[in-house]
């Protein structure tokens, strides 16, 4: 091998090792570049004599032609590396199956509330909504409980500025409603007529000091409200127990109306409910609170209780809930969990 073989071989070699296209660079110039050894000896032709000078010249040609290939295949070599290492980093698996769009549904209270409302429009009764941030007056007061009463104590609730309060119950929007329904018929009562009866539910959220299993601090009620000149308390089971039936989709279901007490009714009772079948057979069950609407919140409504009387209910739609579809933890409802919530869809 002779000098120039053996510098090619080097450069070959060198080339080979370099990693980065700036160590590339360097080798290069080591052998091209202005100080570089194939340089060096295109120097030395100078002082050679003319026909020596004609091969070793056409030789080093030679040889620089070999380290140029020899470079450009490594430049080549180092730019398809970068290109494929590129190519494996944004690869797409094409076999991984598509992000589909969730599809969303119905939170199951949001469905006992809808099922609720259809039986009772069915059975001709409104569906009024309420502010959930409320007056005393309409939260307590207005429904006979005083500020000193002592009911107040199981109401504990949250206060906003301003003395307003996040409600206790859907109850204050017996007054509302009334109100707003007295002022509607006002010449009709003014001429001492019949005015229509108030039919109406009130659904929405309610909120309370209260954690645990069977008490979230945010929970869900439902108002009834029937007044009218005729209005007893036989239309009140009447309506709960065709209710009950309906919405559990059973008539194997007994009802019980227990003796109870709430400052805005007289009588007052907690209403039971009993399954003929499944794994709640044979138990009481509370559902609501009831009774003959008292005649103080009847004078608040804005009418006269000699002649209108009528009967109130609240309901708990989250237990409604709890009861229908099994579920033994009031919390896991407003978790926000989606495992949980699909299994309602
Ligand atoms: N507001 C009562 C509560 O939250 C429930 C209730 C009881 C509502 C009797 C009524 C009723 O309308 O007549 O405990």
Redesign the pocket.
């Given at each position: 091998m002779n000098d120039l073989e053996a510098l090619v071989a080097e450069a070959h070699a060198r080339f080979a090792q370099a990693l980065h296209p700036a160590d590339l660079e360097n080798a290069k110039a080591a052998y091209l570049g202005k100080a570089g050894r194939l340089t060096a000896l295109m120097k030395d032709l100078a002082s050679m004599d003319v026909e020596l000078r004609k091969t070793r010249g056409a030789d080093i040609n030679r040889a620089k032609q070999a380290i140029e290939a020899a470079l450009n295949a490594r430049r080549q070599a180092m730019a398809d590396a970068e290109l494929d290492a590129q190519l494996r980093a944004e690869a797409l698996d094409v076999t991984l199956p598509g992000r589909r769009r969730g599809q969303g549904s119905l939170h199951p209270v949001s469905r006992t509330l809808e099922r609720i409302e259809g039986i009772f429009r069915s059975m001709g009764f409104d569906v009024a909504e309420g502010p959930e941030i409320e007056t005393d007056w309409f939260n307590f007061t207005a429904l006979n409980t005083p500020a000193d009463h002592p009911a107040r104590s199981m109401h504990d609730t949250f206060y906003v500025e301003g003395g307003h309060l996040l409600r206790?119950?859907?109850?204050p929007m017996?007054i509302r409603h009334a109100v707003a329904h007295v002022k509607r018929y006002r010449d009709v009562l003014d001429a001492g007529e019949g005015m229509p009866e108030i039919r109406v539910i009130a659904p929405g959220r309610?909120y309370r000091v209260d954690s645990d299993a069977t008490h979230s601090p945010m929970f869900h009620?439902c108002?009834?409200?029937w007044i009218g000149e005729r209005v007893s308390f036989k239309d009140l089971k009447v309506v709960f127990t065709g209710f009950c039936h309906t919405f559990f989709e059973s008539r194997d279901i007994a009802l019980r109306f227990r003796p109870s007490f709430?400052p805005?009714?007289e009588p007052?009772a907690e209403i039971d409910i009993q399954f003929g079948h499944g794994p709640l057979a044979g138990r009481w069950l509370e559902v609501?609170?009831?009774?003959q609407?008292h005649p103080n919140v009847v004078r608040n409504m804005g009418l006269d209780p000699e002649r209108y009387i009528g009967?109130?209910?609240?309901m708990g739609p989250d237990r409604l809930t709890m009861l229908r579809y099994g579920v033994n933890d009031l919390r896991l409802f407003f978790d926000g969990d989606v495992r949980f919530l699909s299994q309602f869809q």
């Amino acid at each position: 091998m002779n000098d120039l073989e053996a510098l090619v071989a080097e450069a070959h070699a060198r080339f080979a090792q370099a990693l980065h296209p700036a160590d590339l660079e360097n080798a290069k110039a080591a052998y091209l570049g202005k100080a570089g050894r194939l340089t060096a000896l295109m120097k030395d032709l100078a002082s050679m004599d003319v026909e020596l000078r004609k091969t070793r010249g056409a030789d080093i040609n030679r040889a620089k032609q070999a380290i140029e290939a020899a470079l450009n295949a490594r430049r080549q070599a180092m730019a398809d590396a970068e290109l494929d290492a590129q190519l494996r980093a944004e690869a797409l698996d094409v076999t991984l199956p598509g992000r589909r769009r969730g599809q969303g549904s119905l939170h199951p209270v949001s469905r006992t509330l809808e099922r609720i409302e259809g039986i009772f429009r069915s059975m001709g009764f409104d569906v009024a909504e309420g502010p959930e941030i409320e007056t005393d007056w309409f939260n307590f007061t207005a429904l006979n409980t005083p500020a000193d009463h002592p009911a107040r104590s199981m109401h504990d609730t949250f206060y906003v500025e301003g003395g307003h309060l996040l409600r206790t119950h859907t109850s204050p929007m017996q007054i509302r409603h009334a109100v707003a329904h007295v002022k509607r018929y006002r010449d009709v009562l003014d001429a001492g007529e019949g005015m229509p009866e108030i039919r109406v539910i009130a659904p929405g959220r309610t909120y309370r000091v209260d954690s645990d299993a069977t008490h979230s601090p945010m929970f869900h009620q439902c108002e009834g409200l029937w007044i009218g000149e005729r209005v007893s308390f036989k239309d009140l089971k009447v309506v709960f127990t065709g209710f009950c039936h309906t919405f559990f989709e059973s008539r194997d279901i007994a009802l019980r109306f227990r003796p109870s007490f709430f400052p805005f009714t007289e009588p007052s009772a907690e209403i039971d409910i009993q399954f003929g079948h499944g794994p709640l057979a044979g138990r009481w069950l509370e559902v609501a609170g009831s009774g003959q609407v008292h005649p103080n919140v009847v004078r608040n409504m804005g009418l006269d209780p000699e002649r209108y009387i009528g009967f109130a209910f609240g309901m708990g739609p989250d237990r409604l809930t709890m009861l229908r579809y099994g579920v033994n933890d009031l919390r896991l409802f407003f978790d926000g969990d989606v495992r949980f919530l699909s299994q309602f869809q």
